[in-house]
């Protein structure tokens, strides 16, 4: 890159690193509320290389480090919280009522380790919703949403789940 369009990232990175209390998460990456997951991922991937901090290594100035750092540290944020449907839901409320960050505790929600094994979100959402309903003995609704999981994503949680509720169902009637 030349020194001219380094100086042009650099300097946007300290706007960003200005006004990163001041942005929404949608701000910060360029979209709108609006946006569905498609356009958030695409636009946090075109962020991301563009303000990665693996190219800023060569440069001596501490400040613009610790700049970069933090910008895509909120950009990650950003994205962590707006490509998870819940999390989008619980932040755009926070935002209705003037806060433009989730708090690390409402940020921090673990995933158990059959969820870790699921990618999509989406998919994500229907595994937990799924086994809510088998276990409160709604398996039409858990077979439901275990095929609408699978449909998104073949994963190991998805399918043993789809197994149980289909011996379930298979043992009611």
Not at 43 to 58: G, N, S
Request: aromatic share 10%; charged share 30%; net charge neutral.
């Amino acid at each position: 890159m030349s020194k001219s369009g380094m100086g042009e990232l650099v300097s946007e990175v300290a706007k960003l690193a200005d006004q990163i209390d001041h942005l929404s998460y949608y701000d910060f990456l360029g979209v709108t509320a609006l946006a569905d997951y498609i356009g958030i991922r695409d636009a946090f991937y075109v962020r991301a290389q563009r303000f990665h901090p693996d190219r800023f290594v060569a440069t001596e100035v501490e400040s613009i480090k610790k700049a970069v750092y933090a910008v895509y540290k909120r950009m990650t944020e950003a994205y962590n919280v707006l490509s998870d449907p819940e999390l989008r839901v619980v932040y755009d409320q926070s935002l209705r009522g003037g806060q433009l960050r989730l708090s690390p505790e409402l940020r921090s929600r673990r995933l158990d380790a059959d969820e870790r094994q699921v990618a999509n979100p989406f998919a994500r959402i229907y595994l937990r919703s799924g086994r809510r309903k088998y276990e409160l003995g709604d398996l039409d609704g858990a077979w439901i949403d275990c095929e609408l999981g699978l449909s998104l994503e073949e994963t190991p949680p998805l399918r043993n789940l789809h197994v149980d509720i289909v011996r379930a169902l298979a043992g009611r009637g």
